[in-house]
């Protein structure tokens, strides 16, 4: 396992990180199992959220009695002040700590949303005022517009970054990873088979693991797959296989989009899967997961060229911040079930 030094805290953490957001969907021996598997070999970076159902309440109930031997991040989806203060504590009380490594402002993709987060009653405060406390140690940003992260944390408010990074979804490399590295942040790469559409596995995690980020945060919820993605990660990333690596990336990374949600589907449609599943599913196929979310979209999927709003100015891409032809590959898209 490689480790390194998470920017300006002073820890080391592991290359591969343990996202827990999947766990409140098996048995809680299962999920047991596969942290402490984790923690047995090597894994010291457990990511989870206040939002993921109860994934704060797992972690607590199967290695709270293990807290020293892992960086523990959790994170707030609140942007004012009082109501980030309360989920603060009540993720303490779930993951029974007294003190949560990285709190993050989580999922801040509108430049409204980082105002509300930073005024004075948001809950930026609400974090440093725990920090303060010695109840958070450091604080952190997530988001899905790398560009705007990338000039949120130029201004030094934050101890880390998460942000996307795989083979269909490249882009934190054109502005954010160099800004964090200026910055002396920590770098944290999530969904690195972007929602369980890329594989083979072992090269979807090869990817993040080539780049300059700390740590990768793979949604695992069994023994078998930390084994899996420990494997990936057992030998370096050589030149050769990088910039293989790099071309595929740049031929799956030409949907351009970057899953911030701002598009919607009158007919239910999930856009940013369909668009950043496309050359994957193209060029490499999909993976059981990605297969049965295009089973699952059939009808929308099929209904959009019928859709008449739509026909002469689709109604999702007047939302696009990157102006994609989004109704052009949600049709295109009907092919894979001829």
Not at 60 to 81: N, P
Not at 135 to 159: C, M, N, Q
Not at 285 to 295: A, H, N, R, W
Request: charged letters at 25%; aromatic letters at 8%; a negative charge.
């Amino acid at each position: 396992m490689r480790y390194s030094q998470f920017g300006q805290t002073g820890h080391r953490v592991s290359a591969l990180g343990f996202g827990a957001m999947n766990l409140p969907g098996v048995p809680l021996q299962q999920a047991g199992d596969a942290l402490n598997y984790a923690l047995d070999h090597g894994i010291n970076y457990i990511d989870t959220a206040a939002g993921y159902r109860n994934s704060e309440e797992i972690i607590g109930e199967t290695i709270s009695h293990r807290r020293s031997e892992f960086f523990l991040a959790t994170k707030t989806g609140k942007r004012d002040y009082a109501s980030a203060k309360e989920e603060i504590e009540r993720s303490l009380a779930r993951m029974k700590t007294d003190v949560i490594d990285l709190l993050q402002i989580h999922y801040v993709n509108y430049v409204s949303e980082y105002k509300l987060a930073m005024e004075e009653n948001g809950s930026y405060r609400a974090a440093l005022e725990m920090k303060e406390a010695g109840k958070v140690r450091f604080i952190g940003i997530t988001g899905h517009r790398p560009e705007l992260l990338a000039k949120w944390v130029s201004k030094g408010d934050f101890d880390q970054v998460l942000f996307h990074l795989n083979l269909a979804q490249p882009f934190a490399l054109d502005e954010l990873i160099p800004m964090a590295t200026k910055m002396g942040m920590g770098k944290v790469a999530m969904k690195p088979l972007s929602g369980g559409f890329i594989q083979p596995v072992e090269k979807a995690i090869r990817y993040p693991y080539s780049q300059d980020v700390n740590v990768i945060i793979s949604g695992m919820v069994s023994v078998d797959e930390v084994k899996q993605n420990l494997a990936a990660m057992e030998l370096e990333v050589e030149a050769e296989e990088r910039k293989e690596l790099e071309a595929m990336a740049l031929e799956l990374g030409a949907h351009n989009c970057r899953r911030c949600n701002y598009c919607s589907c009158p007919i239910g449609v999930t856009i940013p899967d369909i668009m950043i599943s496309s050359q994957v599913r193209k060029s490499l196929g999909l993976l059981p997961k990605g297969d049965g979310f295009y089973q699952r979209m059939k009808e929308p999927i099929m209904s959009c060229a019928d859709y008449e709003p739509c026909r002469e100015k689709p109604l999702c891409e007047e939302k696009c911040p990157y102006h994609l032809p989004m109704q052009k590959v949600v049709q295109e898209a009907a092919s894979y079930f001829a």
